[in-house]
């Protein structure tokens, strides 16, 4: 009996000490629920509802993925993708953009501030890319894949 006892004070305790540790965190993979830009005085939502995207972030790098929901079936359909290593400090959240298939904005540094509330990521910053005329607010909403 006493075996049993401490065998159940052993597995209370240990479960007790685990904690998800992706819960609270940034790394997971994330899945874009909502999207907006502003550039000058003009705010549109850029998200697509034929389109999936999600970003992967795990302790050092990010990735997305674009892709249409028809299977490329048609002539509107698209992929994009890209990735690179990225820094968070507090809510800041900078990607470096090491690749993508527009190779004109690899090498660009992006920097956000980002709020985790439950299994949604907000993500607020601006697109700026001088030489290609790129000048913009952008606004991502992502919930956590499961």
Do not use: P
């Not at 907006?36 to 005085?41: I, L, P, S």
């Not at 470096?96 to 985790?116: C, D, G, P, S, T």
């Amino acid at each position: 009996m006493k075996k049993i006892i401490s065998a159940l004070i052993l597995m209370m305790t240990i479960s007790a000490c685990h904690t998800d540790k992706n819960k609270n965190s940034i790394e997971g993979t994330w899945r874009l629920v909502a999207a907006e830009k502003t550039e000058k005085d003009s705010t549109v939502s850029t998200f697509d509802s034929k389109t999936k995207m999600i970003k992967i972030i795990n302790d050092s790098h990010f990735a997305f993925f674009n892709h249409d929901l028809n299977n490329g079936k048609d002539s509107s359909a698209i992929f994009f993708g890209g990735g690179g290593k990225y820094t968070l400090k507090d809510s800041i959240y900078t990607e470096n953009l090491e690749y993508f298939n527009n190779r004109k904005w690899e090498n660009n540094k992006f920097e956000f501030v980002v709020k985790i509330k439950n299994d949604t990521l907000i993500q607020k910053g601006i697109e700026k890319i001088e030489k290609l005329g790129v000048d913009r607010i952008i606004t991502e909403k992502y919930v956590r894949e499961k």
